[in-house]
T-cell receptor, first 113, second 114 residues
């Protein structure tokens, strides 16, 4: 069975500071993909970043980066220089050979001015 | 492309009534997913289709839930009869056949069963 676990229901960060959201996963597949999605109050699901499991290099998108530890099955999201607009629910997701996206329960990020 | 389109955005219904949620995926996408979002469980996959064929419906909570995809541009999720515990946000998402491409989500339908 494939699972995605986000153990932090809620996190807070001061504006301009850095925060890391945790995600662990489990899959028996060797080829898979990992995603972080952002869900602001508008409810829209927005892709933040994508990581291919076969790539050792951690993905980066502007202020967003991941720490992908394949052996540990860990996929954390780092947000640098946090902004008020980063406040949202963040979901970690796994996609593999079963051709379906499995999501974690989400982490609510609050950004404090 | 307009993206994944879901209707209605909001639905309030009485317990015991039939509810039908609708989804139009992005043109050219082969896979379609229905998710339910609640505070307790996050995003649960209910069912997904590939080329209009249901592949995995193991997430459908019970026989009151059913989903169809009569063609490549339309899918429905039906709840009959509805119960208060079905209250949630229901998302439809689609993706192309390319392995590793992200899922594209609609705006969701907020269902309230009273």
């Amino acid at each position: 069975a494939q699972t995605v676990t986000q153990s932090q229901p809620e996190m807070s960060v001061q504006e301009a500071e850095t925060v890391t959201l945790s995600c662990t996963y489990d899959t028996s597949e060797s080829d898979y993909y990992l995603f972080w999605y952002k869900q602001p109050p508008s409810r829209q699901m927005i892709l933040v970043i994508r990581q291919e499991a076969y790539k050792q290099q951690n993905a980066t998108e502007n202020r967003f980066s991941v720490n992908f530890q394949k052996a540990a099955k860990s996929f954390s999201l780092k947000i640098s220089d946090s902004q008020l607009g980063d406040a949202a629910m963040y979901f970690c997701a796994l996609f593999s050979g079963t051709y379906k996206y499995i999501f974690g329960t989400g982490t609510r990020l609050k950004v404090l001015a | 492309d307009a993206g994944v389109i879901q209707s209605p955005r909001h639905e309030v219904t009485e317990m015991g009534q039939e509810v039908t949620l609708r989804c139009k995926p992005i043109s050219g996408h082969n896979s379609l997913f229905w998710y339910r979002q609640t505070m307790m469980r996050g995003l649960e996959l209910l069912i997904y289709f590939n080329n209009n064929v249901p592949i995995d419906d193991s997430g459908m909570p019970e026989d009151r839930f059913s989903a169809k995809m009569p063609n490549a541009s339309f899918s429905t999720l039906k709840i009959q009869p509805s119960e208060p515990r079905d209250s949630a946000v229901y998302f439809c998402a689609s993706s192309p056949a390319n392995l590793g491409t992200e899922a594209f989500f609609g705006q969701g339908t907020r269902l309230t069963v009273v």
